[in-house]
């Protein structure tokens, strides 16, 4: 992405003031804070912890001496005899049973590094755990700032709604009067009336829309939106990086970290291993293997084990690695594309909106003296009802789709900080 297309300039959002019973307020940064406190999915981070120390105990447990009891009975079809004849000696032949009972212990002396390339095998786990919780929790967090931009726009329709039915009123009752006078047609007001009663539908249409998007923000974040709270449209700075921190995008790196560490640890699985062992147990026989009677017995040493031939199965789990690291990097660089391509698409919606909003600007302007000067002649009773409404229903679609770019506007550039990772305060 080329960072000159990122243009260094700040929009400050008019914040959106509704005609609302209290003065209760909802933020955005506020909604964020309260699903980190209420969302199930941060449970997960602190089980995953526990699971890590966990594991990490077993491992260290490598490095402790391993105790075993041992009993062992077994029948030999075939013994070792001395049948040599000697004067005044007698060997004996030993039983075709044999009897024995240890304890053994062994203590890892050095293992190639073996046991240090599990720990940091757990740790890069661990970290991928982590990214995990955090992708997700990210991708909600995404869904409640589109339910929260979804509140805004009905608000905003439901403001613009009302306001124009107060406009509607005033005109309904100056027709009334020349109705009662007998200088209006009936029908004229009743017109009015009709496209009254169009815009309260309108109006529950969007109270029923607005319910719903509070249920689904309340499920994530456990906060109650009702109707007398009012929404701020967040004012945000528009982003002059062009770095993706996403966590998924640092998903790249812990895969890389954990596959490196999985390539040196085949590396220490293929060197040779030092331990000491030391062995007491009763049997028959003991070391005397030509004694049929039971007796006790001890020995110590050390022992060295070394796979010196695998048929080659370390090289290709080394080139199997290798593989995933060249694929991981392919997926990288397509990450880095889509990006790319997101945040241009971006900075060209939100210059397209800025325009919009000037022309909006100005559209509303003209329509208002439209209006004004409509509903002057619909009152002297030069104009119908119906060219009136006309004017009025475009206006009201004027100052709704100026309004709803505002708020478009905002979803954009709060878009544009979740595509880069950025973190949205107030």
């Known amino acids: 992405?080329?960072?000159?297309?990122?243009?260094?300039?700040?929009?400050?959002?008019?914040?959106?003031?509704?005609?609302?019973?209290?003065?209760?307020?909802?933020?955005?940064?506020?909604?964020?804070?309260?699903?980190?406190?209420?969302?199930?999915?941060?449970?997960?981070?602190?089980?995953?912890?526990?699971?890590?120390?966990?594991?990490?105990?077993?491992?260290?447990?490598n490095y402790l001496p391993k105790v075993e009891l041992n009993a062992e009975a077994t029948w030999q079809s075939d013994v070792t005899k001395v049948n040599i004849p000697m004067p005044g000696i007698s060997i004996p032949t030993p039983d075709n049973d044999n009897y024995k009972l240890t304890i053994d212990v062994s203590q890892l002396i050095w293992d190639g590094g073996a046991t240090k390339s599990m720990h940091q095998l757990e740790d890069e786990s661990r970290k991928l755990e982590q990214n995990k919780v955090e992708s997700e929790l990210y991708t909600q967090k995404e869904r409640v700032a589109s339910l929260y931009f979804g509140i805004l726009s009905t608000d905003m329709a439901i403001r613009q709604l009302k306001a124009m039915a107060v406009e509607l009123d005033k005109r309904?009752?100056?027709?009334?009067?020349?109705?009662?006078?007998?200088?209006?047609?009936?029908?004229?007001?009743?017109?009015?009336?009709?496209?009254?009663l169009r815009l309260e539908q309108s109006i529950d249409a969007n109270l029923s829309q607005r319910y719903s998007l509070a249920e689904s923000i309340y499920s994530l974040t456990g906060v109650k939106i009702d109707e007398s709270a009012q929404g701020i449209i967040p004012s945000l700075a528009i982003p002059n990086q062009d770095v993706c921190s996403r966590p998924d995008y640092k998903l790249f790196d812990l895969q890389n970290g954990y596959l490196s560490t999985a390539a040196g640890a085949l590396n220490s699985r293929r060197m040779p291993k030092l331990s000491a062992f030391a062995r007491v147990g009763y049997g028959k026989p003991g070391l005397n293997m030509l004694s049929n009677e039971f007796d006790s017995f001890a020995l110590v040493g050390a022992r060295l084990s070394w796979s010196i031939w695998d048929w080659n199965s370390t090289s290709r789990e080394r080139q199997t690695l290798k593989i995933q690291q060249n694929i991981l990097q392919y997926r990288r660089n397509a990450y880095d594309e889509g990006c790319s391509a997101q945040v241009s698409s971006a900075l060209a919606q939100i210059q397209s909106l800025q325009r919009q909003i000037q022309t909006d600007e100005k559209i509303v302007e003209l329509l208002e003296k439209s209006v004004k000067t409509s509903a002057s002649?619909?009152?002297?009773?030069?104009?119908?009802?119906?060219?009136?409404?006309?004017?009025?229903?475009?206006?009201?679609?004027?100052?709704?789709?100026?309004?709803?770019h505002k708020i478009k506007l905002s979803q954009e550039v709060v878009k544009l900080y979740f595509t880069l990772g950025m973190s949205i305060n107030d």
């Open 172 to 196: 309904i009752e100056e027709l009334e009067a020349g109705v009662n006078a007998g200088v209006v047609l009936e029908s004229s007001a009743n017109a009015l009336k009709a496209e009254r």
């Open 377 to 404: 002649q619909l009152k002297n009773g030069t104009i119908t009802s119906s060219v009136y409404l006309s004017d009025f229903n475009s206006l009201l679609r004027a100052r709704i789709d100026m309004e709803l």
């Open 1 to 61: 992405m080329r960072k000159a297309r990122i243009i260094s300039l700040t929009i400050t959002l008019l914040a959106s003031t509704y005609m609302l019973k209290s003065q209760n307020t909802v933020t955005l940064p506020g909604l964020l804070k309260s699903m980190e406190q209420w969302n199930k999915l941060y449970r997960v981070s602190a089980a995953t912890d526990s699971v890590y120390w966990l594991r990490k105990s077993n491992i260290k447990v």
